[in-house]
């Protein structure tokens, strides 16, 4: 343990405290000590002294006493026992920065500082919510945040491009002497945003305390632990929460001490200077501090001292591949030649055939390829032809869907849409980097055999690009698209013998589990009773299991024996029964990644929906952020209710409540995005025009101006049985 970064660690500590003291002063000077301070879109106020002292931190006066004890933290100056490895001091003045690092930012957001210019600004709830299924499913393995300046904008594109192909979150910011790694990237013309997977948070070290903030929220919204129970808080970021920290360039005293408060979260440090390291592992899993300095090595160094696995397939198109390419954008200015959209028709199928007509890897151009053609808007048609000793035309819509992803993941290249709504465009800069038609084949067969090798054998793709093969091999396509949309719309609970469990999220949300059946899909939204089982197919020892139902306990909670004990078990004991239909009655658990929360409103005698892209205020005097706050971390909340949206229009939705006609709210978007469907379903209960009877933003924001409406509109859900 080296005495130099105790002593930096320590001086920056009180520098940053002694920034913030004289902030606060002022602030309560000019504005007053009951002035609200708070960050957008958070249920958890300021989130480090949330979860570690469970204080509210609402105002200034409130903000002081958290500074106080920040500054009861700062060790006296570094004495001969520092020597020794032991990081005590060093360790709490990290704490004391944090602390004060949040007081700091609150009081910027006061002042209209924050966000800094191209910046993201503070980290919302909402978007650790999103990322909650890319993080379990392993799509994202990690966090990384780099503070300081490349010592050139080269280094710096290298090493996000090369944390971008292993799909690494990557938060970029601070400055080394007056530069910032985020103006270099910008410079270069590499774009930045969560879709991107690199996200600027600020200019200077403090407001690095946003990724710190961020991860810190993971522990009380997927794990289930409770504000105040600062160790267990800080076990579960070291245990589940893979980030690290990178610096380029020399490290200041502010540096050392933001660096000892992420050391504290189990974050280890890599820097790219000679830094003195700090071996010891325990309060990280490995190494807390090391360097590389050869910066060919730094980001392979980076995941070894974290301890994650990351895959990098390498597939030879000529351009990047990986996860972070997905949310890409291929805009107009950029675009060399688009398919499909509004101008012309493509679509993409897949299709199980015999063995002995599929040679793998295979891909067919059937018809010219963008160099030869002139015009900038075509038509195309890629039908993939899978062959496999388990052939099952269950899986094929499954795998199918996949291929928005995999071609997507293609850097130059943008994948919207499905089936016969395809619509592809290539940029500039790809087709300038060789990018030609055949690769979008070399991608879906590297990729299939990468994921489904358990259920596919041989995979080859021809790709159509004349019209008259685009329509024909089109009518084919749309034959089946029908054939399977019947398939699944008819299925029932009582027609299947097994549902489905998922512990996917219990990488982060350890005492939830999902049971999937065929008429309720898995909160996030993202998992049907039919991927449930494809999955179970392809892994059999993998996340998702088959639960036989047995006897039912309850028909109307939608309650079975065999489910009760699968959930107990899986839930560490924690979740005694489940019912499948209920949300006032041993509902399910929720892990964080809900697409919707479905809330109690007992004076309307009904159900609220919220969906996570809405960030108005709702009847109940609660956003979708505060809501959600009450609900996750694997924990029963009665009246209370994760859920998948189209789970919605399910004819098991909250069944033993009375199912949709309880909705009396929903979001705007969310409404007219269901619309069709919720009207027929309301038909099926004997209910007419009842989309038009459901209030939305634009009709009630308060609980009185719902009730005035519901009254008006005479909503089915007065008339029911009274709730509580
Ligand atoms: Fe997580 Fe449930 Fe979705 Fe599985 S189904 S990924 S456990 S939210
Ligand atoms: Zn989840």
């Known amino acids: 343990m080296s005495k130099i970064v105790a002593t930096a660690a320590i001086r920056g500590a009180k520098k940053v405290v002694a920034e913030v003291e004289e902030f606060l002063n002022r602030a309560l000077k000019e504005k007053g000590p009951d ?17 570690l002292l469970n204080v509210d931190v609402k105002t200034l006066s409130e903000a002081v006493k958290i500074l106080e004890h920040a500054k009861s933290l700062l060790p ?104 910032s790694v985020i103006d270099q990237l910008k410079e270069e013309g590499i774009e930045m945003g969560w879709d991107n ?30 504000s105040g129970e600062a160790k267990k808080c800080l076990e579960y970021t070291k245990e589940r929460v893979f980030a690290f920290g990178l610096t380029l360039g020399e490290l200041d005293d502010i540096k050392y001490a933001t660096g000892a408060g992420a050391i504290n979260m189990g974050f280890p440090i890599i820097a790219d200077t000679d830094i003195p390291e700090i071996h010891p592992s325990g309060i990280t899993i490995y190494e807390a501090l090391v360097k590389e300095l050869d910066y060919k090595k730094i980001v392979p160094r980076c995941i070894t001292v974290r301890g994650f696995k990351v895959k990098v397939a390498k597939i030879p198109i000529p351009v990047l591949y990986g996860p972070a390419f997905e949310g890409e954008r291929v805009r107009k200015e950029n675009l060399y030649v688009e398919f499909g959209g509004k101008k012309a028709i ?7 055939v015999d063995m002995d007509k599929v040679e793998d890897g295979k891909v067919e151009l059937i018809g010219p390829d963008i160099d030869k053609i002139e015009d900038k808007s075509l038509p195309l048609g890629i039908v993939v032809e899978v062959g496999s000793r388990k052939a099952n035309e269950d899986f094929e819509p499954i795998i199918e869907r996949q291929l928005h992803r995999y071609i997507n993941e293609a850097q130059g290249i943008m994948h919207i849409g499905q089936r016969d ?42 790709i159509y690009s004349k019209i008259e093969d685009v329509e024909k091999q089109l009518t ?66 993998g996340a998702n299991q088959p639960i036989k139902k047995g006897p039912i306990l309850d028909e109307k909670l939608g309650q079975w024996k065999n489910i009760n004990d699968f959930v107990y078990e899986k839930s560490n004991k924690s979740i005694e029964n489940v019912s499948m239909y209920s949300l006032l009655e041993s509902p399910q658990t929720s892990c964080g990644c809900f697409e919707c929360i479905v809330a109690l409103v007992p004076e309307a005698n009904g159900f609220l929906v919220v969906s996570r892209d809405y960030t108005g205020e709702t009847p109940l005097g609660m956003t979708f ?52 469907k919720l009207e027929v379903r309301a038909k099926e209960m004997g209910v007419s025009d009842f989309v038009n009877k459901i209030a939305d933003e634009t009709k009630a ?24």
């Open 421 to 462: 709504i395809m619509w592809i465009r290539i940029s500039q800069e790809g087709f300038k980097k060789g990018l030609r038609l055949k690769h979008i084949g070399t991608v879906i067969h590297a990729q299939i055999h990468q994921e489904y090798s358990a259920i596919v054998d041989k995979v080859q793709v021809k």
């Open 346 to 352: 493509a679509f993409e199928f897949l299709k199980y």
């Open 35 to 51: 002035t609200k301070i708070e960050f957008p879109e958070t249920a958890f106020f300021l989130p480090m002294a949330k979860a």
């Open 625 to 676: 952020t505060t809501l959600a706050g009450s609900v996750g971390g694997g924990v029963q909340t009665p009246g209370f209710l994760g859920v998948g949206r189209l789970y919605l229009i399910s004819k098991k939705f909250i069944l033993a409540e009375g199912g949709l006609k309880r909705i009396v709210w929903l979001p705007q978007e969310l409404k007219e995005f269901l619309r069709n």
């Open 197 to 226: 997977y690199i996200v600027p948070y600020g200019r200077d070290t403090v407001s690095g305390i946003y990724a710190l903030n961020w991860a810190i929220r993971a522990a009380l919204t997927f794990g289930g632990i409770k």
């Open 76 to 179: 006296q100056e570094p004495s001969e026992k520092l020597w020794l490895p032991y990081l005590g001091s060093t360790l709490d003045a990290g704490m004391a920065t944090l602390f004060a690092e949040e007081i700091l930012m609150a009081l910027r957001y006061l002042y209209g500082q924050e966000p800094q210019e191209g910046c993201n600004g503070f980290f919302s709830d909402t978007v650790l919510r999103s990322l909650g299924i890319q993080l379990v499913d392993g799509r994202m393995p990690g966090f990384a945040a780099i503070l300081g300046a490349a010592p050139n904008n080269q280094i710096a594109v290298d090493i996000v491009r090369q944390l971008q192909e292993r799909s690494i979150l990557t938060f970029v910011g601070s400055s080394t002497n007056g530069v």
């Open 701 to 724: 924001t308060t609980l009185e101006q719902l009730l005035e409406f519901l009254n008006q509109a005479k909503h089915p859900a007065l008339e029911m049985p009274a709730l509580i």
């Open 476 to 541: 084919e396509a749309r034959r089946i698209f029908e054939k399977r949309d019947e398939r699944i719309s008819g299925m029932t609970d009582e027609s299947v013998e097994d549902f489905y469990s998922c512990a996917l999220c219990q990488s982060f949300a350890p005492n939830h589990i999902c049971v999937v059946t065929p008429e309720r899909l898995g909160l996030c939204g993202a998992y049907s009773w039919l991927d449930a089982k494809a999955n179970y197919q392809i892994s059999p020892a």
